[in-house]
């Protein structure tokens, strides 16, 4: 058996979370810069808002209804889903996380009836400590143990199990093809076609029929509805990401060069994070800036610089001090800019390696590097128990631009550029 456990309504429950005023009242959150519904409570669901709604479309809805509307805190969904996630491994053998707000749980090996247990003990776990509701699923295969995640979820219920194809079969006509796991809109249009609308109707077809249509996907799909397991772990998500990138949208055009360099190491710190997660060093770091597209300038100022390191890093301070030299050489005086990004790129695993045969005093920097990793897990335990906002460095304190944030404000003036 596999599990699946899903936080429900994922970024509404992390904003009830720190504001349980807002438990029972129709909320929706939006993405960058308000442009788009990207989650929705129940109250919300019910009164007709959907998924990707653009924002000025449900104004007078919100109004007319009350709906409170958020502006997309990621930070705080990372954090959260961090914690999380690490609730879910103290209860099975291990764990993969397939989204910020999703993981399969290996439970091979153990009994059946223990399962049930299992799952009621993850969802009091995640509401007691993090008030984050989840849903949980079992069954012999990842794709039945999504869709029993999926029919416990609409039925309001926090634990469903499917035991074998006999159990599956019940409740496959009643699920439409377009909620099968893997079929996107182009394929449910040709499903359509063919006269596929259910997973029933789909799973009744040949395999054979399956494959040509849909290639290997499709035929792993098909196998997984008949209880054969074939879809392995590292065809669901790579641990190890090739390149991680962190960027924002500025609520209007920025000259000051003291908020873009706070949002620049708010930014590489945030990757750096990421990358020290995944047990992985870089090779790479990029930065880019962006001028504002609708503005009638032309051409779009699109300055952007990437520097190869000399050897793999992840810690947070090398990795500034780069990111911050690469925006000093690409920065220009009295221009505009709407968007700034970091990208950390050629990622590979982490593990001790032989110092450059160009570096002087490889000892001495193979132990510096060593107490660096040391520093920076410590700092990473540390703010994973009281949040990752406590601890930085102190050249991302800054006010925002002119009263506005994306997000990362602070009370705090950092050092200009002249100083």
């Not at 007709?48 to 709906?67: L, N």
């Not at 400590?129 to 309001?156: C, D, H, N, Y």
């Not at 990138?245 to 750096?272: G, H, K, L, N, Q």
């Not at 520093?375 to 990473?380: A, E, L, S, V």
Request: charged residues 25%; glycine residues 8%; positive net charge.
């Amino acid at each position: 058996m596999i599990g699946l456990a899903d936080c429900n309504n994922f970024f509404v429950s992390c904003e009830r979370s720190i504001n349980p005023a807002l438990d029972g009242k129709p909320v929706v959150v939006l993405s960058n810069n308000d442009g788009c519904v990207v989650a929705r409570s129940n109250e919300s669901k019910r009164l007709g808002v959907k998924m990707g709604q653009p924002a000025f479309e449900i104004r007078d809805m919100i109004e007319k209804h009350r709906i409170i509307a958020l502006s997309g805190n990621h930070l705080l969904y990372r954090d959260i889903s961090l914690r999380v996630h690490d609730i879910f491994r103290r209860f099975v053998p291990s764990a993969l996380d397939y989204s910020v707000d999703e993981s399969f749980l290996d439970v091979n090996g153990i009994p059946v009836d223990v399962l049930p247990e299992i799952g009621e003990a993850i969802y009091n776990a995640c509401w007691k400590e993090m008030r984050i509701p989840v849903t949980i699923g079992f069954a012999p295969t990842k794709t039945l143990a999504k869709i029993a995640t999926e029919v416990s979820k609409k039925g309001g219920q926090r634990l469903g199990i499917i035991y074998d194809e006999a159990d599956a079969v019940k409740i496959y006509d009643n699920i439409p093809i377009y909620d099968l796991w893997g079929v996107g809109r182009r394929l449910t249009k040709m499903l359509y076609q063919n006269g596929v609308y259910t997973i029933g109707q789909f799973a009744a077809r040949d395999v054979e029929w399956v494959k040509k249509k849909m290639g290997v996907t499709g035929e792993r799909s098909w196998r997984e509805l008949h209880c054969q397991p074939c879809i392995e772990l590292n065809h669901v998500e790579r641990l190890l990401q090739d390149s991680i990138s962190e960027s924002r949208t500025f609520p209007e055009d920025v000259t000051d060069y003291d908020y873009i360099r706070a949002r620049i190491v708010i930014y590489t710190s945030d990757c750096a994070r990421k990358l020290r997660a995944m047990n992985g060093e870089c090779r790479s770091v990029g930065v880019f800036l962006r001028g504002n597209p609708f503005r009638n300038t032309e051409p779009v100022l699109r300055p952007e610089r990437v520097v190869r390191l000399s050897s793999p890093c992840n810690d947070t301070i090398t990795l500034t001090e780069v990111a911050l030299d690469i925006l000093d050489n690409i920065f220009i005086e009295g221009a505009a800019f709407k968007r700034a990004g970091v990208w950390l790129g050629d990622i590979q695993k982490c593990v001790l390696r032989p110092g450059s045969l160009f570096e002087t005093e490889v000892d001495a920097k193979t132990e510096k590097k060593q107490l660096m990793n040391k520093f920076m897990k410590t700092i990473d335990k540390i703010n994973n128990v009281v949040g990752y906002k406590n601890i930085g460095l102190a050249s991302q304190l800054v006010k925002g631009h002119q009263g506005h944030n994306d997000g990362y404000s602070s009370s705090f003036q950092a050092p200009s550029r002249k100083k």
